[in-house]
Nanobody, 120 residues
């Protein structure tokens, strides 16, 4: 599976951005896709997850109510709509695909990352 992100950039606090992740190649065995982010000096964290076969979604507490994950299967594309952005959302955002199994997500494939910078 190849994943290519787009849509990052610089935005003022309170603004919005939409990230896209285009997937190609075989998706055999993949049942979930998600977004991680990594800020300078911090560990990579799971921001949002969408599970196939129903479209169940999960979010980190820090983004609940502000971010929305979605997917368009006809376009093999996943999205992350980010609203009410805060400076602490500044990070490199990574698209990934993997398996969600018994309450845990196991990413297997990663995109190259896209920078999101939120100015105060």
């Amino acid at each position: 599976v190849q994943l290519v992100e787009s849509g990052g950039g610089l935005v003022q606090a309170g603004g919005s951005l939409r990230l896209s992740c285009a997937a190609s190649g075989s998706t055999f065995g993949i049942n979930s896709m998600g977004w991680y982010r990594q800020a300078p000096g911090k560990q990579r964290e799971l921001v949002a997850l969408i599970i196939s076969g129903g479209g169940s979604t999960k979010y980190a507490d820090s983004v609940k109510g502000r971010f929305t994950i979605s997917r368009d299967d006809a376009k093999n594309t996943m999205y992350l709509q980010m609203n009410s952005l805060k400076p602490e959302d500044t990070a490199v955002y990574y698209c990934n695909a993997g398996q969600y199994y018994i309450g845990s997500y196991y990413p297997e494939y990663w995109g190259q990352g896209t920078q999101v910078t939120v100015s105060s």
